[in-house]
C-alpha cells in the first residue's frame, strides 16, 4: 500500500486503521480497505495549519486593533473590543469596555460595556456600569448597572412596532 | 501603518489581539486592523491587515492589502502582499501581487500573480487605487 503513497512515514497511524479492522474483520486483506478510505494527505504549503486551530470558528471577535466601516451581519454572537462605523445584528452582540459602535446595534441580547453613538434594538439590553449610551434603546428587558450613561430615550416596544428589523431567530407564539 | 508593518512580525503584532470573522458573520465594508484577521465567514469589501488568514470556509471578495496572507478558503479580488500563501483548499480569482509566492498542488489560481519588489509594498498606499 506505501508504495502508492508519497507519503515516506511509514505504515498508516494505528488510529487510522483501527475501526477499518472493526468493521471488516473476516476480510484478510484489510490494508487496501483501509487506505481507500484514509484520505491521502492534501499537500500544504506550510507545516502547520494556521486556520481552524484551536480557536472555534463560530464566534466572531473584532479585537481592539480592528476598525470596521460597513455592516456585521450574523446568526451568531458577535464580541466588539474595537471600532464599528455602521449597524451590527447578530444574535447576541457584546460590545465591550473601550469598543466603540457608531450605527445601529440589532440583537436578541446585547450587553453594553463600551460606546454605541446611534440606537440599541434588542429584546434584552444589558448596560453594564462603564456603558456610554447615546441614543435610543429598544428593548423588552433592560438592566442598567449604575454608572452607565444613557442619553437617549428608553423604549419597551421590541417587538411590538413594525421596524426593518427581521428576526434572527422566530419566537415561539407569534 | 506601514511604518508598523516593517517592523518584525514576531514585533507589534503579537501585542494586538487578533480578530476572527466568525462562519456565521458576513462583512460588507473595510476592515482595518494592524493585527492579525481570521476570516472564516463571508467579507465583502476591502481588507487591511497584518497578516490575513482566510479559512477554509471563509470567503472574501475585495481587495486585500496585508504583509502576510494565508488563503485556505475562496478569494475574489486583488491581493497585495508581501508573503502569499495559498494552500490546496483555496480558490482564488484575481491578481495576486506579491513578493514570495507559496501555492500548494490542488489549489485553484485563476489569474496572475505579478511580483514586486519589497519597496513596492512598503511604499502601497492603505487604499491602492492604482490598477496595475
Known amino acids: 500500500m506505501s508504495m502508492f503513497t508519497r507519503n515516506d512515514k511509514g505504515p498508516d497511524p494505528a488510529g487510522t486503521k483501527a475501526p477499518e479492522k472493526k468493521d471488516a474483520p473476516l476480510t484478510g486483506a484489510t490494508g487496501p480497505v483501509a ?4 484520505e491521502p494527505n492534501r ?11 484551536t480557536a472555534p470558528t463560530g464566534a466572531s471577535v473584532i479585537s481592539r486593533a480592528l476598525k470596521i466601516t460597513g455592516q456585521l451581519e450574523s446568526s451568531e454572537d458577535i464580541e466588539i473590543q ?3 462605523e455602521g449597524d451590527v445584528r447578530a444574535a447576541s452582540v457584546r460590545v465591550g469596555q473601550g469598543a466603540k459602535v457608531h450605527g445601529t ?23 453594564t456600569a462603564s456603558a456610554h449610551m447615546s441614543g435610543d434603546v429598544v428593548h423588552q428587558d433592560i438592566s442598567i448597572q449604575s454608572g452607565a450613561y444613557i442619553s437617549g430615550h428608553l423604549k419597551p416596544e421590541y417587538g411590538k ?9 422566530k419566537r415561539e407564539g407569534e | 501603518m506601514y511604518a508598523q508593518l516593517r517592523s518584525d512580525l514576531d514585533g507589534d503584532a503579537e501585542n494586538l489581539p487578533a480578530s476572527q470573522v466568525g462562519k456565521a458573520l458576513r462583512v460588507t465594508g473595510t476592515l482595518d486592523t494592524e493585527g492579525e484577521l481570521y476570516v472564516h465567514g463571508t467579507v465583502t469589501g476591502r481588507i487591511n491587515a497584518l497578516r490575513l488568514i482566510l479559512g477554509t470556509h471563509g470567503s472574501v471578495e475585495g481587495d486585500v492589502v496585508a504583509r502576510e496572507v494565508h488563503i485556505e478558503g475562496r478569494l475574489s479580488g486583488r491581493v497585495f502582499a508581501l508573503n502569499v500563501i495559498v494552500e490546496s483548499t483555496a480558490s482564488v480569482t484575481g491578481r495576486i501581487f506579491h513578493n514570495t509566492v507559496t501555492v500548494a498542488k490542488g489549489a485553484h489560481v485563476d489569474g496572475r500573480m505579478p511580483w514586486r519588489p519589497p519597496s513596492y509594498f512598503e511604499t502601497l498606499t492603505q487604499l491602492p487605487e492604482t490598477r496595475p
Open chain 1, 82 to 84: 474595537g471600532q464599528v
Open chain 1, 105 to 127: 446595534v440589532y440583537g436578541e441580547e446585547v450587553e453594553l460595556a463600551g460606546t454605541v453613538d446611534g440606537k440599541i434594538e434588542a429584546r434584552k439590553v444589558v448596560l
Open chain 1, 43 to 53: 499537500p500544504r504549503a506550510m507545516a502547520q495549519p494556521l486556520a481552524g486551530g
Open chain 1, 161 to 169: 412596532t413594525e421596524s426593518n428589523v427581521q428576526p434572527l431567530h
Open chain 1, 35 to 38: 487506505t481507500a478510505t484514509v
